[in-house]
């Protein structure tokens, strides 16, 4: 393996650090919840992980500097709602700021909180724990409320948006 660039994280720029970390391949979530004010509050965030199964935890990132950190922050409730490959227009639209980006999408209740119906699975979480981590919060979830439907996922890999297919190496074994 030879390396097309290599640099010192310490003397990395914040672009170079991005593009780097940016060839991990993720899924793609809109993290929704009701606001301090009442609103539906929802934004894109690909930060998603498992973390526990008892108690079942997740967590997610939002920056500092989110217009919507104090709402997610201090939510009772939350949910993540994971993108199927389908759903890139969704996510460029929770992407942006605007003042109700829920006027033009389909959502439910539950446990008070908007979720996006179409989406590929849907975790309604209790805020469990928010922990301070550099220029980030870390909010931890635990998983109350779940649903899946069926599809493939949105992947988000070097800034762009891709979709899965199986790999060959499961076609071989099955023939």
């Known amino acids: 393996m030879s390396y097309n660039q290599s640099f010192s994280a310490q003397d990395a720029d914040k672009r170079q650090l991005r593009n ?6 993720t899924g793609v979530t809109v993290v929704t919840t009701v606001g301090q004010d009442k609103r539906k509050v929802g934004m894109t965030a690909n930060s998603f992980t ?34 199927n490959d389908q759903q890139h227009q969704a996510s460029n639209h929770f992407a942006k700021s605007a003042e ?10 539950v446990l008070g909180v908007p979720v996006l119906s179409d989406a590929l699975a849907t975790l309604v979480c209790k805020n469990y ?20 439907n069926e599809g493939k996922p949105l992947l ?20």
Do not use: R
């Open 129 to 148: 724990q928010v922990v301070e981590a550099g220029d980030h919060y870390i909010i931890l979830g635990q998983i109350e409320q779940c649903q899946h």
């Open 50 to 83: 498992s973390v526990s199964l008892d108690p079942p935890l997740i967590l997610w990132n939002i920056a500092k500097t989110s217009s919507n950190v104090d709402d997610f922050c201090k939510c009772e409730h939350f949910a993540i709602n994971i993108l």
């Open 100 to 109: 109700d980006k829920f006027s033009q999408v389909h959502a439910v209740d």
């Open 20 to 25: 780097l970390l940016g060839q991990f391949a």
């Open 156 to 175: 988000f890999h070097n800034g762009k948006y891709h979709q899965a297919q199986l790999h060959p190496v499961h076609h071989e074994q099955c023939a």
